[in-house]
C-alpha cells in the first residue's frame, strides 16, 4: 500500500512495527502545519526550526506510548504545545506573531475594523492578542488559526471541552473589549 | 526554512541510531507504576481514615471534650496529628497523581478529587466496623516489620499527657488515686474531694496537670471500659488483667513512689526507679 494513502494512525503503526522509514511521512505531513502553529510563539526561523526538530525527536522516541485508537494530529499538536512552552519559559519572549491572513481572520470574528484603517487594526490585533492570558490566547490560536475542534483543543491542551468553550469564548471578550477600548479610546 | 532540510535531519539522526524509539515496556512499567502508586495511596488513604475513626471513637481523646474548656489543652494534646497528617498526604499525592494522569483533563478536575474524597470517607467509614482497625492497633506493638511500622500510629498516641490522662483505677486513697496508664502507673494527686469518687478496677479520664510526675487531678470522670476500647487493651496488655498480685503491685509502687521524698529522688529517677522496680515485686 502506497505510504500516502495510509492515515497517520497506521503510518505510526508500521513505524513502530520496526519500518521507521515510514516516519518521513509523518514528518512531511505534519512540518508545515506545526511549523505555522509554533511561529505564533516563536519569532527567530533558526529558533523555530530547531524546536520543530525537537518536536520530531521526541514524537519518535515516544512513538509507543501513542494510543493508536486516538487522533495522531491532537498528540504531536500536544509535544508541540508543549515544547512551546518551554521555549517560552527558557526566553521569556511571550507574544503572538501572526501571518498576513490571520489578521482577516481576527477581523472577520470580531468584526471590528470595518471603518479602521487597515495597518493600524493590525498593529491593535496584535497588542490585544499579546496583552490576553496565555490561558485565553492558546486555545484562541488553535481554535482561529489551526481550525481544530474544541474536542482536538481539549486533547491538545489536556483542558475539559466545556472549559474550552468558556475560555474560548472569554477570550474573544477580552480581545473584542480591548480593541473597543482602543477603537473608542 | 528548507522542509527537506529538516526531514533529513530528523530522518539522518534515526537512522543512525542516535534517537531510538522507547521501548513499549517502559511506558507500560511507567503506567503500571503510577497506577499501583495511586491504589496503595487510596488504600493507605482508606486504612488511615479508618484508623483515625477508631482512634477518635475507642480513646481517651474526645471524652477530654466532655470537660469543656477545662479539657481543650487534653483534647489537643492527645489528637492524632501524626494519623491526620498522614492521611492528608496520602490525599494529595492520590490527587496529584489524577492530576497528572491522561483522564484527569477529561472531566474537571474538581470533580475527579470531590469522588475521590468521597470513596476515601466512605470506605474509611465503612472499614471502621469491621475489626482491622482494632487488630492494627493491637498488632502495632509487635516486632515484626508489618507491625512496626503501625507503630506510630498505634500507641504513640496514648503516651501521658501533661493535661489529660486516661486508666485503669487500682488504689484510691483519701487525697490520692492510683491508675494504670498504658505507659505506667501514675499517682493522681486529688486537688479537689470529689462526690462520685472512683472505684477500683474501673476506668477513669482525668483533667489537670502533670507535675513532676505526679498528676494534680482538677476534675475526673469515670467511663465504661468498652467506650475507652484502646486504653483498657493497652492497659490490659501492659499490666494483665485486674487481680490481686495487680493490686499488690500497684500498693508496692505507690509505696515506693510515697518513699521518694524521704531518699531526696528527683520525680524523673523516682519514677524510673518504681517502675522498673514493678517487675520485681
Same mark, same amino acid.
Given at each position: ?42 519569532? *527567530? ?18 512513538? /509507543?506510548?501513542? /494510543? ?42 470580531? *468584526? ?74 | ?8 535531519? %530528523? ?23 503510577? +497506577?499501583?502508586?495511586? %491504589? ?25 471534650? #466532655? ?72 498488632? #502495632? ?5 508489618? =507491625? ?7 500507641? !504513640?498516641?496514648?503516651?501521658?499527657? !501533661?493535661? +489529660?490522662?486516661? +486508666? ?20 493522681? !494527686? ?17 483533667? +489537670? =496537670? ?15 471500659? #468498652? =467506650? ?54
Amino acid at each position: 500500500m502506497a505510504k500516502n494513502v495510509l492515515t497517520d494512525e497506521q503510518l505510526v503503526a508500521a513505524v513502530r512495527s520496526s519500518n521507521s522509514e515510514l516516519y518521513s511521512e509523518i514528518i512531511k505531513r505534519y512540518q508545515e502545519k506545526l511549523s505555522h502553529y509554533l511561529k505564533k510563539f516563536i519569532r *527567530d526561523n533558526d529558533e523555530l526550526e530547531d524546536v520543530l526538530q525537537s518536536v520530531f525527536i521526541k514524537a519518535y522516541k515516544n512513538l /509507543n506510548s501513542f /494510543n493508536i485508537h486516538k487522533k495522531f494530529s491532537s498528540w504531536i499538536y500536544r509535544i508541540a504545545h508543549n515544547e512551546a512552552i518551554n521555549y517560552l519559559k527558557k526566553n521569556y519572549k511571550y507574544g503572538l506573531s501572526l501571518d498576513e491572513w490571520e489578521y482577516d481572520v481576527i477581523d472577520e470574528k470580531l *468584526d471590528f475594523s470595518k471603518d479602521l484603517d487597515r495597518e493600524l487594526t493590525r498593529e491593535r490585533i496584535n497588542q490585544a492578542l499579546a496583552s490576553i492570558k496565555p490561558k485565553y490566547q492558546e486555545p484562541l490560536v488553535l481554535f482561529f488559526f489551526e481550525q481544530k475542534t474544541y474536542e482536538e483543543i481539549s486533547e491538545i491542551l489536556h483542558l475539559p471541552i466545556n472549559t474550552v468553550g468558556t475560555l474560548i469564548a472569554r477570550g474573544k471578550q477580552n480581545l473584542k473589549k480591548f480593541l473597543d477600548q482602543e477603537k473608542y479610546g | 526554512m528548507d522542509n527537506k532540510q529538516l526531514e533529513s535531519k %530528523v530522518m539522518e539522526r534515526i537512522k543512525s541510531g542516535q534517537v531510538k524509539l522507547r521501548s513499549r515496556y517502559i511506558f507500560l512499567a511507567e503506567k503500571l507504576g503510577l +497506577g499501583s502508586v495511586f %491504589v496503595l495511596n487510596v488504600l493507605f488513604a482508606v486504612l488511615f481514615f479508618s484508623l483515625m475513626l477508631f482512634y477518635l471513637r475507642a480513646s481517651d481523646n474526645l471524652f477530654y471534650l #466532655s470537660f469543656g474548656s477545662l479539657g481543650l489543652f487534653a483534647f489537643l494534646e492527645s489528637f492524632p496529628y501524626l494519623l491526620v497528617v498522614s492521611l492528608i498526604i496520602f490525599i494529595l499525592v492520590a490527587g496529584l497523581i489524577i492530576k497528572k494522569s491522561d483522564i484527569s483533563y477529561q472531566k474537571p478536575f474538581g470533580y475527579l478529587a470531590l469522588g475521590l474524597l468521597a470513596f476515601i470517607l466512605l470506605s474509611g467509614t465503612v472499614l471502621t466496623f469491621t475489626s482491622i482497625a482494632e487488630k492494627i492497633q493491637a498488632r #502495632s506493638v509487635g516486632f515484626a516489620p508489618m =507491625e512496626k511500622i503501625f507503630r506510630p500510629f498505634g500507641n !504513640n498516641d496514648l503516651r501521658e499527657g !501533661n493535661r +489529660g490522662v486516661a +486508666g485503669r483505677v487500682i488504689e484510691v486513697g483519701a487525697r490520692y488515686v492510683l491508675i494504670q496508664t498504658p505507659q505506667s502507673i501514675l499517682k493522681l !494527686n486529688l486537688v479537689d474531694s470529689f462526690s462520685n469518687p472512683p472505684e477500683v478496677g474501673q476506668f477513669v479520664v482525668v483533667v +489537670g =496537670e502533670m507535675i513532676n510526675n505526679e498528676f494534680n487531678a482538677q476534675m475526673i470522670r469515670q467511663v465504661n471500659e #468498652s =467506650e475507652m476500647q484502646m486504653i483498657r487493651n493497652s492497659v490490659h496488655r501492659r499490666f494483665g488483667p485486674l487481680d490481686s498480685e495487680t493490686l499488690e503491685k500497684g500498693r508496692m509502687i505507690k509505696a515506693c513512689f510515697d518513699d521518694c521524698p524521704r531518699l531526696k529522688l528527683p520525680p524523673k529517677d523516682c519514677k524510673e526507679k518504681c517502675l522498673e522496680s514493678q517487675s520485681q515485686f
